[in-house]
């Protein structure tokens, strides 16, 4: 069965202490893995797309990676407007739509 | 450039009733999504349009229908509503079925009493 695990559910983090979020998928072929950042009240903000294991992509302080089982997104010394819900999202091969994890909810302590 | 709007924001509706939501994708973006998300079961999807044809649905009863429109525009209607349909319906835009660069409104808050 296909599923798309994010952990850990919530994550405090003190301003300046870097971390990752992790997201774990078991899916019959990847076609694209979405990252996601979500504000209360908001719709999903896009933030990366990577293809393929080895791929990497950065912006500002966040840094997503890929390997054939899991995807990391690495922050980097987080300031308080980096607290959000955090949602990754995978394409298989065959599928036209996207599948979500639960996200990880975020925040960041000044 | 205008990103994706969605209306009405907030709806409330009682059980039985019907509802219509809207979608104005960006200017040039021909697949529109739709989206449930509740605290329960995170974002699912319900289903796609591309240039007014629905490419795929999602695991949802037949209550949930939409269309999309010549200039892209879709609707989503949820009829004989159920309090479980209370959720935050959303909407996505993209150029095409890749899904790069999907840009989502932000939402119609639907609460069924």
């Known amino acids: 069965e296909d599923q798309v695990t994010q952990s850990p559910e919530a994550l405090r983090l003190q301003e300046g202490e870097s971390s990752s979020l992790n997201c774990s998928y078991t899916?019959?072929?990847?076609?694209?893995l979405f990252w996601y950042r979500q504000d209360p009240g908001k719709g999903p903000e896009f933030l990366f797309t990577?293809?393929?294991a080895g791929e990497e992509k950065e912006k500002e302080r966040l840094k997503a990676t890929l390997t054939k089982k899991e995807s990391f997104l690495h922050i980097t010394a987080p300031k308080p407007e980096d607290s959000a819900t955090y949602l990754c999202a995978v394409l298989k091969t065959g599928a036209n739509n996207l599948f979500f994890g639960t996200g990880t909810r975020l925040t960041v302590i000044p | 450039k205008a990103g994706v709007t969605q209306t009405p924001r907030y709806l409330i509706k009682t059980r039985g009733q019907q509802v219509t939501l809207s979608c104005s994708p960006i200017?040039?973006?021909?697949?529109v999504s739709w989206y449930q998300q509740t605290p329960g079961q995170g974002l699912q999807f319900l289903f796609e349009?591309?240039?007014?044809?629905?490419?795929n649905k999602g695991n949802f009863p037949g209550r949930f229908s939409g269309r999309q429109f010549s200039n892209s525009r879709s609707e989503m209607n949820v009829s004989t509503l159920e309090l479980g349909d209370s959720a935050l319906y959303l909407c996505?835009?993209?150029?095409?079925?890749?899904?790069?660069?999907?840009?989502f409104g932000p939402g119609t808050r639907l609460t069924v009493l």
């Open positions: 349009y591309f240039s007014e044809t629905q490419r």
């Open positions: 990577l293809y393929s």
């Open positions: 996505a835009s993209s150029r095409d079925h890749s899904y790069n660069e999907q840009f």
């Open positions: 899916v019959s072929g990847l076609r694209g």
């Open positions: 200017s040039g973006h021909r697949s």
